[in-house]
């Protein structure tokens, strides 16, 4: 099974550029979108890298489907989504290709290991994988015959959303978002602090303000996506979104500007505005 993979740069440290070391050698190509805003990265030279320089930050829905279409125009059929700090390995990757080589009869969109962000929630049954509404962008091999069927990343998500809304997609045009149960990922969701109150534990994210207002206004375009279709799930992101104020208020700092540009979010989603926000 041939394997293309994108990788998504936003200034990148050291660290993250030699990461490409731990899955060189498990694909066929890789597909380096930079989105960073203005040096060029230095990367080691390699017959299977090809360095895509956009020269701004164009998010990385738009840095995904770039990967995507290059991957498409060269042949391939299967394309791994990175983060530039995703944990993956040869095995890892392995364990999926030999699950889609095996299970093809599956009308499958999307296969994802399980991935470990540490906080506290593990929902996977006792079955090799489960299939799922939504799950993370890191760490995926998609199809990419499907891709096309379904119209790629939306551009205009730029960050946060563009992985609930893919799978949700795949969903609603009948393929499969599979998650690999026993096939473990770790994954750093940023700086994660878990709070006690009253006996209770609260995992805090502690986004940046300009991350909080991707997540508001992007949700409420989910919502209207797909509440038709998805009821049940759509008011749960609601809620969430409910409930981080209640734990920026609790435990955050910077409290007031992560709460405006939660508002600017809400009200531009109003507005029907969409893409990278304007200062």
């Known amino acids: 099974m041939k394997l293309a993979c994108v990788v998504v740069f936003y200034n990148p440290t050291s660290e993250d550029i030699l990461n490409i070391d731990n899955y060189q050698n498990s694909v066929d190509v890789i597909y380096v979108v930079d989105n960073s805003d203005d040096k060029v990265i230095r990367i080691n030279d390699s017959n299977k890298i090809k360095y895509i320089k956009l020269n701004e930050n164009l998010g990385i829905a738009k840095a995904l489907n770039i990967g995507a279409e290059n991957a498409i125009k060269d042949g391939y059929e299967w394309l791994l989504t990175l983060d530039q700090d995703s944990k993956i390995n040869s095995e890892i990757i392995s364990e999926m290709k030999n ?27 006792n079955n090799t994988f489960d299939e799922k509404l939504e799950v993370m962008t890191s760490g995926n091999i998609i199809n990419l ?3 096309q069927k379904i119209g790629g990343f939306k551009d205009w998500l730029f960050i946060d959303c563009v992985d609930m809304e893919y799978g949700m997609n795949l969903n609603k045009h009948g393929y499969k978002v599979v998650r690999l149960n026993n096939v473990i990922m770790e994954h750093n969701l940023g700086n994660v602090k878990i709070h006690k109150l009253f006996g209770k534990e609260y995992p805090c994210y502690n986004h940046s303000p300009v991350r909080r207002y991707y997540m508001v206004r992007n949700t409420m375009y ?26 920026i208020l609790a435990f955050e700092k910077n409290k007031f500007c992560k709460l405006k540009m939660m508002y600017r979010g809400y009200r531009d989603y109003k507005k029907g505005l969409k893409g990278k926000i304007m200062n």
């Open 145 to 147: 015959n499907v891709y």
């Open 222 to 247: 989910i919502k209207e996506m797909y509440y038709d279709l998805y009821k049940e799930y759509c008011d749960h992101l609601i809620n969430v979104q409910k409930g981080q104020i209640k734990r």
């Open 99 to 125: 699950f889609i080589i095996k299970n093809k009869y599956l009308n499958i969109g999307l296969v994802s290991p399980y991935h470990n962000i540490n906080s506290g929630d593990d929902d996977r049954s």
